[in-house]
């Protein structure tokens, strides 16, 4: 915990934290959406009542909603208070495995003591990769969070992604310093519990426990029992994910409302619809984390290889993101012929897939084209960390991470909900960005030769 005795590192998260208070302060405009309906629900009922209404009814959700239920009955200003804490929770973990990853277990920082100590020794990052850091901290649009009213929303998603990385904090100093202590340990069960809750953290949590439990057979390391503890809560709701009445009727009842052509769609087509939902996250819009990930990937590689192809590669990415940033700004000008023509090009057809469940050819050569320019982040991946294990881990994480977005095809409200549920993949764009930003540190101070070193769970 040497990071922490950086005076650095605590200006950078007073920073984030005052920004969280005017923004809740001064921003948020509440009571939209789901807010007021959770805000009165139990005026002419008691709590258990409505949570067994939500489970026949509504949804499998029950610890979660059960929280979203009791904090709405409160005063407003204790979710903002609340809310504000779990954002600065947020920040204040990324922050550690960020900083802790340099110092004892990476190189691009050192271990001595100076002006800007706290107390005794601290490890140093250096100030390019805080301000990098704190660029992809505040990377995330967090309006997203008012797509189904602020306070619902955040304490569905948000509160949700907090405790996934609380739930995560033991095993990650179980592979950082081979021990973590017992409090640690309740406090992330408990966090897994309200976490898992959640459908798509459910997905991407039985998808880490696997990874990790094949990693630990193949690197010969000794599997930590709390990891069977978080796979086992992963099955467990997933089994209430799919035995839940509620959920079969809101999902008829969705069908119905948003999506019509849903109900004839196979497997295999609501994965593709899954897929088409990722890319039009990352190009029907700029996506800020996206395009800072891929700038850092860039980098990363322009250090690293010297070869122009891999290069090249690593810059696709990016160029599609400057290229639909330019379709963005010219769409102003779409009244002229041939601006419109361009423009028809990359546009996502969003109402033939909604009303026919079929795409038009234009609009399946652009997703070829995007998906090309997805395989070239897993390229660039590869080309910063090489045949090492922290290649395996961080496209594990792009995996999973994607795999809460694409899982999303399996639910008909995958139009009407694809601002908030996109909050999972952003974060991942914003750890691997993180990743790299340690590597291009390493990189620029050992210019040549790179030599990878395994941090994390690696």
């Known amino acids: ?25 001064f921003w948020l405009k509440l009571g939209g959406g789901d807010d007021y309906y959770f805000m009165t629900c139990l005026d002419d009922t008691s709590f258990g009542a409505f949570m067994v ?59 001595q003591t100076d002006k800007n100590t706290l107390s005794g020794t601290r490890t140093i990052v250096p100030l390019t990769s805080l301000i990098l850091f ?14 189904a009213g602020y306070m619902t929303t955040t304490i569905n998603y948000w509160w949700p992604l907090a405790a996934l990385l609380v739930a995560a904090l033991p095993l990650y100093l179980w592979y950082q310093d081979g021990a973590c202590k017992k409090g640690c340990y309740v406090l992330g069960t408990l966090a897994a519990i309200f976490a898992i809750n959640q459908e798509q953290i459910c997905a991407m949590a039985l998808l880490a426990c696997l990874y990790l439990l094949i990693t630990d057979k193949l690197r010969g390391r000794k599997t930590n029992p709390y990891l069977y503890l978080l796979l086992t809560l992963s099955i467990f709701f997933a089994v209430c994910v799919v035995i839940c009445p509620g959920n079969a009727a809101r999902k008829a009842s969705n ?20 897929w088409y939902s990722l890319l039009k996250t990352l190009y029907q819009d700029l996506n800020l984390p996206y395009l800072l990930m891929t700038m850092i990937l860039l980098a990363a590689v322009w250090k690293k290889q010297r070869s122009l192809p891999a290069r090249v590669i690593a810059a696709i ?27 028809h090009v990359f546009d996502f057809d969003q109402p033939v897939v909604y009303y026919q469940g079929s795409l038009p050819d234009s609009v399946r050569i652009l997703l070829l084209v995007y998906t090309l320019c997805c395989v070239c982040v897993v390229i660039s991946l590869f080309l910063i960390w090489g045949r090492t294990k922290r290649f395996m881990d961080t496209l594990a994480l792009l995996v999973i991470a994607s795999a809460s977005k694409i899982s999303m095809g399996l639910s008909p409200t995958v139009w009407a909900s694809s601002e908030r549920t996109s909050i999972f993949l952003d974060f991942g764009f914003i750890l691997l960005g993180m990743l790299a ?12 030769t790179i030599k990878h070193k395994e941090i994390g769970i690696s």
Not at 6 to 23: C, M
Request: aromatic share 16%.
């Open 134 to 147: 704190l660029c992809l901290l505040l990377s995330y649009d967090f309006t997203e969070m008012d797509s």
């Open 317 to 343: 990415p990016l160029l599609s993101n400057l290229g639909l940033l330019g379709v963005l700004l010219f769409g102003r000008y779409r009244e002229y012929p041939w601006v419109h023509l361009i423009l």
């Open 255 to 274: 069908i119905d409302f948003w999506f019509p052509a849903y109900a004839g769609f196979s497997l295999v087509q609501k994965i593709l619809l899954g």
């Open 437 to 448: 930003v340690q590597e291009l540190e390493r990189a620029t101070e050992t210019p040549g």
């Open 53 to 111: 209404k939500r489970w026949y009814g509504w949804s499998s959700r029950l610890v979660i909603e059960g929280v979203l239920v009791l904090v709405l009955q409160q005063p407003i200003w204790v979710w903002k208070v609340l809310d504000i804490l779990v954002s600065v929770l947020i920040a204040w973990l990324l922050c550690g495995f960020f900083c802790s990853g340099y110092g004892k277990h990476g190189s691009g920082s050192s271990i």
């Open 1 to 25: 915990m040497n990071w922490m005795k950086d005076k650095r590192t605590w200006i950078l998260l007073g920073f984030y934290g005052v920004l969280a208070i005017l923004f809740h302060m």
